[in-house]
């Protein structure tokens, strides 16, 4: 079969197996039609709220894996699609189709003359397949949103949001060739998500939108995806700033100093070394000696990878510690809640400047080490037009990244009074619970959604 003919099998078996409608038959097997109860939608809320949480959570399931089944299975024979199909599509094209097909085929089922649900599930599982770090932080945020806000369709469009910023934040040169067409799909995915969830967002701009009645178990789960989102955020800027970056740069910084110390596998450059002994420096700029330069760049790339997973790990627990102290801003006489706010804002705000930063200094890291070696690799003595070069060069990368090194500090700062701050957390019983509710007439919904106004139910 040629590879328009794999790939159009492919999209086809995709969409029909995306287009079962679970939430349809499920209600019907009870004997209700799904599509004139509640909101009229197929998906896992709407059938929750009509036929209860249990049958919610199966029609959920269901979704998630008719999108995560038929890309599992594209990627699985990818090999057997022949090297044409992968040169046209790329490693994942095949795989991105199938999870496009699928989730096409929930929002436009051919079995309801194209009247389908909103995708949250069926994409969650296309995505969990195909990128599942970003997944897992769009997983993690949905649920931080949802215990804070009660709003479903909010985490639904803020989850789909954190993927495509955790794809295109994390993915080296996310649009580069082989790399293209998943971060194409990220951010189709989200569009149409955002397109499918048009009225509840109008809603949520007029106060309209139903929620998920407050719960002490929400109000836990909360507090706990709060205290382990800070944790974890302040752990890991302690571990790679004081550690990993520490431990690399002294480890290879003294294994290039001294001859002595030098394993066989780490040979000093001749441009570096006269003899045994290291040549003297070109200018006061340079390290002294001069070997030491040799290890400041083993141990800068080996650094320089792990910086968008550094700054990918303190969004991603920046938006859970944000998302859920947000639904604590309002709980009356308690101002902690509102400098906790303010607090863990300016740390996200330091994350997104630190992460801009640390791209500009790479790319002065790249200008100083091309300059330095212009002047390394010349035979001396060596031209004071570039040695000048060479000095600015490296001043403008030392003062950059001293930059780069405060707003890690006072991101390191913020974090730690948010640490502080998590001692004072709302209580499971008391007034902070009462302020937490919806307002009196306010539309409760059991597991909340996209959908049309209710009945109103007299809040707590």
């Not at 994390?170 to 194409?184: I, Y």
């Not at 109008?202 to 989102?229: C, F, Q, S, W, Y």
């Not at 938006?319 to 902690?336: C, D, H, M, N």
């Not at 902070?432 to 009196?440: E, G, K, M, R, V």
Request: aromatic share 8%.
């Amino acid at each position: 079969m040629s590879a328009f003919g794999v790939i159009a099998v492919t999209i086809l078996i995709s969409y029909l197996v995306g287009a079962i409608p679970f939430g349809y038959l499920i209600a019907r097997t009870k004997g209700v039609d799904i599509l004139h109860q509640g909101s009229g939608n197929i998906g896992a809320t709407n059938v929750g709220r009509v036929l209860g949480r249990r049958f919610g959570i199966l029609v959920f399931l269901l979704d998630f894996a008719k999108g995560a089944v038929p890309v599992a299975v594209a990627l699985g024979l990818r090999d057997r699609a022949g090297a044409e199909t992968t040169a046209l599509l790329g490693p994942s094209g095949l795989g991105v189709c199938a999870g496009l097909a699928a989730f096409l085929g929930h929002l436009f089922p051919v079995y309801l003359r194209f009247r389908g649900g909103k995708g949250v599930a069926t994409s969650a599982g296309v995505v969990a397949v195909l990128l599942p770090w970003p997944a897992l932080g769009a997983v993690l945020t949905w649920v931080a949103v949802v215990c804070s806000t009660r709003y479903v369709s909010l985490a639904s469009l803020v989850a789909a949001v954190v993927l495509c910023g955790v794809q295109l934040g994390l993915m080296p040169q996310p649009f580069a060739e082989g790399r293209a067409v998943l971060s194409v799909f990220c951010l189709i995915t989200a569009g149409l998500v955002v397109a499918r969830h048009h009225a509840n967002i109008k809603r949520l701009l007029h106060g309209t939108e139903n929620r998920l009645p407050d719960k002490r178990a929400m109000l836990t789960l909360a507090k706990t995806i709060h205290v382990l989102a800070l944790g974890l955020w302040f752990g890991t800027t302690v571990f790679f700033s004081f550690v990993v970056a520490l431990t690399l740069f002294s480890t290879f910084e003294a294994l290039t100093v001294k001859a002595e110390h030098r394993p066989f596998w780490l040979p000093a450059p001749a441009e570096l070394v006269q003899g045994e002994q290291p040549l003297p420096p070109p200018s006061p700029r340079f390290p002294d000696p001069l070997t030491k330069e040799q290890g400041s760049r083993i141990a800068g790339a080996a650094v320089g990878p792990m910086f968008p997973w550094y700054f990918g790990v303190q969004v991603v627990c920046g938006v859970l510690a944000l998302a859920t102290a947000g639904g604590w801003y309002s709980i009356p006489g308690q101002k902690v809640h509102k400098v906790r706010m303010v607090v863990l804002a300016l740390a996200v705000a330091a994350v997104a400047v630190g992460w801009w930063l640390e791209r500009e200094v790479e790319a002065l890291r790249v200008i100083r080490s091309k300059s330095s070696d212009a002047v390394l690799t010349i035979s001396r003595p060596v031209p004071e037009d570039l040695i000048a070069a060479a000095d600015k060069a490296r001043a403008d990368f030392g003062r950059w990244h001293g930059y780069s090194l405060l707003i890690n500090f006072a991101t390191l700062l913020l974090v730690t009074v948010g640490m502080a701050l998590a001692a004072q957390l709302p209580s499971v019983a008391g007034k902070p619970d009462t302020a937490l509710a919806p307002p009196p007439g306010e539309n409760i919904l059991r597991l909340g959604d996209a959908s049309t106004p209710q009945p109103r139910v007299a809040g707590p």
